[in-house]
């Protein structure tokens, strides 16, 4: 099970940081990927972490050099850390995992509730 929190309101500019929490199961082995759903829109792919030796991380460009994803063992937790928000960042946000070490994996089949992210003024 995935749990994703963190979410809230914060105005333009301002940071938040979001947590997928797993239970039952050890996120250092798996990939995880973030993704947003704004009102009226499809959902989108924000990031993907692997857990490959490298760390790698991809991330959609509008969100480059302003969401970082970083990795805590000791919690069993995986961070998207954003900064610099934009109203256009509002959404709710999910992470998920295909449950590969690998970014993307075929196809995610495990998902947390999202989490409601605003940035208002």
């Known amino acids: 099970q995935l749990q994703a929190s963190g979410g809230g309101l914060v105005q333009p500019g301002g940071s938040l940081r979001l947590s997928c929490t797993a239970s039952?199961?050890?996120?250092?082995?798996?990939?995880i990927g973030w993704f947003r759903q704004a009102p009226g829109k499809e959902r989108e792919g924000v990031s993907c972490?692997?857990?490959?030796?490298?760390?790698?991380?991809y991330y959609v460009d509008s969100v480059k050099g302003r969401f970082t994803v970083s990795r805590d063992h000791a919690k069993n937790t995986v961070y998207l850390q954003m900064n610099s928000l934009k109203p256009e960042d509002t959404a709710v946000y999910y992470c998920?995992?295909?449950?590969?070490?690998?970014?993307?994996?075929?196809?995610?089949?495990?998902w947390g509730q999202g989490t409601q992210v605003t940035v208002s003024s």
């Open positions: 972490f692997s857990s490959s030796d490298d760390g790698s991380t």
């Open positions: 998920a995992t295909g449950r590969t070490h690998y970014c993307p994996p075929p196809r995610y089949d495990l």
């Open positions: 039952g199961f050890t996120l250092d082995y798996y990939a």
